[in-house]
């Protein structure tokens, strides 16, 4: 259905998101992993021809057979909703507070679907009912600020939904959310691309819903993919040593506890996209790093575990 060659996205000789091979075929469920600045959200917006206009887009990212990294805006208009549609952060600033719910998940169906006011209305209360929103004709008149933060991340989804896309990304669809709410919206995003045979992108710092929600995952760094597998095999036996650093930085409940002990971090901090190495990514934070590691790039191998991991340390296939 989609499929992304080589694609970068590049602002002048910076890349922050580069060479990202990818196909996305429908029933996938991918997870995207990283620290906030890896390029996660940068692949989201290439994906759906939203980036902004200081950076250019170059490769190949080719949608039912046509290819769009060049295609006029026209073409991407007849695309977004339909083929392809996303779930942007933050509740909050995604949904216009001045106007009512009912008017901005009509609006897609209005403009794309072609339906009248009175069918594009009750298309809105069967959308508010599939994701679970209570009361759905009472919500309709009502404005962002009167929902909770659940309320309101089942209105996007609503709105992702409204034209029946093949393709939708979930990006950081449970920030800010209690822990019961973020766990209800995960289940609804599987439960929903289950029923509708939809693709699932879910982008997300919580490895907990990446996992449930998820069976393949991309590990992306500095815009590059370090790692990729199904999920449950990379979030269990992770191979590249940025990975293996996210996971132990996940809090632990342990029964066995003792004592309080100091989690684990990765050390340093995701550089700017101009100070990016020009090799590996993740020189200058990696704990095992090599000799070459900051001047050559390594290339994508298999491990024995069946993932595929950017790391100079498998380059004769296991770890050195």
């Given amino acids: 259905m989609i499929e992304l060659k080589n694609m970068s996205v590049n602002l002048g000789i910076f890349s922050a998101v580069r060479g990202v091979d990818l196909v996305i075929k429908p029933g996938d469920r991918i997870g995207v992993v990283g620290e906030s600045g890896c390029g996660k959200s940068m692949l989201a917006l290439s994906i759906m021809g939203m980036v902004p206009d200081a950076l250019s887009t170059v490769g190949s990212l080719i949608v039912d057979g046509q290819e769009l990294i060049d295609a006029p ?26 106007r009512r719910i009912g008017d901005i998940v009509a ?30 004709e009472l919500r309709l008149r009502q404005y ?4 909770s933060g659940g309320q309101r991340q089942r209105v996007l989804i609503a709105l992702a939904l409204a034209c029946n896309p093949r393709l939708l990304i979930a990006d950081e669809p449970t920030t800010a959310l209690d822990a019961n709410v973020a766990l209800r919206i995960t289940d609804l995003l599987v439960e929903l691309a289950q029923e509708r045979n ?31 597998g199904t999920t449950q095999q990379v979030l269990q036996e992770p191979a ?26 990765i050390a340093g901090s995701v ?10 990514r993740f020189s200058g934070r990696c704990p095992r790093e090599l000799a070459k590691c900051a001047s050559t790039r390594p ?22």
């Fill in 73 to 98: 805006e026209s073409t991407w208009t007849a695309h977004r909703a339909r083929t392809m549609s996303m779930i942007f952060q933050e509740p909050m600033a995604a949904l216009n507070p001045l």
């Fill in 107 to 136: 609006e897609p169906l209005l403009v794309h679907d072609g339906l009248g006011k009175s069918a594009a209305r009750a298309r809105v209360i069967d959308l508010f009912t599939e994701v679970g929103i209570p009361q759905p």
């Fill in 144 to 147: 962002p600020h009167e929902l």
């Fill in 198 to 228: 939809m693709a699932l992108l879910f982008i997300s710092h919580d490895l907990g819903a990446v996992s449930r929600a998820t069976r393949d995952i991309l590990v992306m760094y500095g815009g590059d993919i370090v790692e990729r």
């Fill in 240 to 265: 590249h040593p940025y990975t293996q650093g996210l996971i132990a930085a996940r809090p632990q409940i342990s029964q066995t506890a003792t004592r309080r002990k100091r989690l684990p971090t």
């Fill in 271 to 280: 550089p700017a996209l101009i100070n990016l190495p020009k090799g590996c």
């Fill in 299 to 320: 290339r994508a191998v298999t491990t024995d575990q069946g993932s595929t991991v950017m790391c100079h340390l498998f380059e004769g296939g296991t770890a050195q």
